[in-house]
């Protein structure tokens, strides 16, 4: 006899991809550090560290707010374009956090729905897709380019369920940032944090994370505690 | 008539130098990234950096734990002088947090004793000192040179407050990482975190820091609340 219930046995994981499943979350840090430097604007580098994996758009906002002064448009873009130039230059070096590849490998083999999706423009995480061996064609990816509002707006968690074709209040985002773990609450998804981008276990559970991992290989170990059995 | 106890209205202050009156955390994080790197040695960033403020010999061994393979002596050398030799290259760019030196400034004109007491030795240190305005003839600084065990050994903070004449009983710790408040506990004084280094607020608390800031500024704001009158 079939049972009753089955629907949330199994679990769809849905990855950031900065910090979560790519050591480069430093590299982004510094290379916002080193723009904002140029253009002349001074912020602590650890208030940069923790606006990272949000939309380059709240990002600018965010930094606004905390100078109390505004910044023109034309700077905007400047800082945005000299970022990306900046880690363009290093990403190629960015290895993979361990058990990156190993995580998807598992979950492909057993059939477990799984997809990527970054705040970043599909033109920077090609690269670095490519090197952790996921296809865009193949697998499921959602850029910044695919959705209006980045995290931590729900769309690029909604927009991954979607296109896996499950429903988003079975899946699971996994993700190093405060932002990922918000858009998850909002896209009422459950929420796995990893500490691999820098933040404190207890800023991921506060801001709903359900369970926390070091990093891909420790979530590995553990992973029939989140629905990630065959 | 006198008060009968009076010896912790007022408190003295030894401050950590990295991360805590200057924003370099994160350039001593990328040249310990690069230098392991180039040695080829991968070790995810944010490990790293929750190590920074720790000995030198410390960090070397907890790396040598997290790889789970020895590094032998030669390679070692080679690190740390790759570390000093990257971070050197960059440091003068390296501004100083905010608040740092209106604090410093506040506590000499109102005769609170206060003291720098880093892990770094006084030849990464004194460049940097310079640009804050701490010359180490007129103001108290225990640099590594000093002592035999740096953090999280309490000898420099117990070199301090000898310096300064004050009971390390009486004395606070202020600092971004968690090594200077185990530090403070075990030296017997009271820790004060700052979370400009880029650690959680709760990882603070949880080594014992007492009080938890942003920075140099956001203490000054509060610095009533630790005893730093007149």
């Known amino acids: 006899m079939e049972p009753l219930i089955s629907a949330r046995t199994n679990t769809a994981f849905i990855f950031d991809l900065d910090g979560t499943l790519l050591d480069s979350v430093y590299d982004h840090v510094m290379a916002w550090a080193q723009a904002l430097r ?35 448009e034309n700077t905007k873009h400047r800082l945005r374009d000299r970022h990306a130039e900046l880690y363009n230059s290093v990403s190629a070096k960015i290895p993979p956090l361990p058990g990156t590849v190993a995580l ?89 944090g990893f500490l691999s981008g820098g933040y404190g276990e207890d800023e991921l559970i506060r801001a709903g994370a359900y369970r926390v991992f070091q990093d891909p290989a420790d979530m590995l170990d553990h992973i029939d505690e989140l629905g990630g059995r065959r």
């Open 38 to 72: 140029e253009n002349g604007i001074e912020v602590p580098i650890w208030k940069i560290h923790r606006r990272i994996g949000m939309s380059g758009g709240l990002f600018t906002a965010a930094l606004v707010r905390e100078l109390g002064r505004d910044i023109d």
């Open 104 to 192: 998807l490998k598992h979950l492909t083999e057993n059939k477990i729905p799984w997809a990527i999706a970054t705040s970043s423009h599909i033109k920077t995480a090609a690269p670095v897709l490519a090197r952790l061996g996921v296809d865009p064609a193949k697998n499921v990816v959602i850029t910044r380019d695919q959705v209006r509002y980045a995290k931590p707006d729900p769309d690029l968690f909604l927009a991954a369920t979607e296109k896996l074709g499950v429903d988003i209040t079975h899946a699971c985002v996994v993700g190093d940032a405060v932002w990922d773990m918000l858009a998850a609450q909002r896209a009422r998804a459950l929420g796995v």
